[in-house]
């Protein structure tokens, strides 16, 4: 099993329906809270175009490539952390 190491770059933030560039970063952690419902994630370009989607149980993480000025939204509150590469 190879561990994967993140550096944290920025404060974590809560998500959800409201669309957000996430600090205007490349790559995000993405975690869907324990106790509530599962999550739709969606990316969409500057225009509001869609670029994609997905669901994600509750209680899992994700890490997220997208271009800084992409948004993130979700159906259900989720909490997203900029990350990098260590």
Do not use: H
Not at 19 to 38: K, Q
């Amino acid at each position: 099993m190879v561990d994967i190491v993140l550096k944290l770059v920025k404060p974590e933030i809560e998500v959800s329906t409201v669309a957000n560039t996430v600090y205007d970063c490349a790559l995000f952690r993405v975690y869907t809270p324990t106790g509530g419902s599962d999550s739709k994630i969606t990316i969409r370009d500057s225009s509001g175009t869609l670029l994609g989607s997905m669901s994600q149980p509750a209680g899992f993480v994700e890490i997220i490539n997208k271009a800084t000025t992409d948004t993130v939204e979700s159906n259900t509150a989720i909490l997203c952390t900029p990350v990098a590469w260590k």
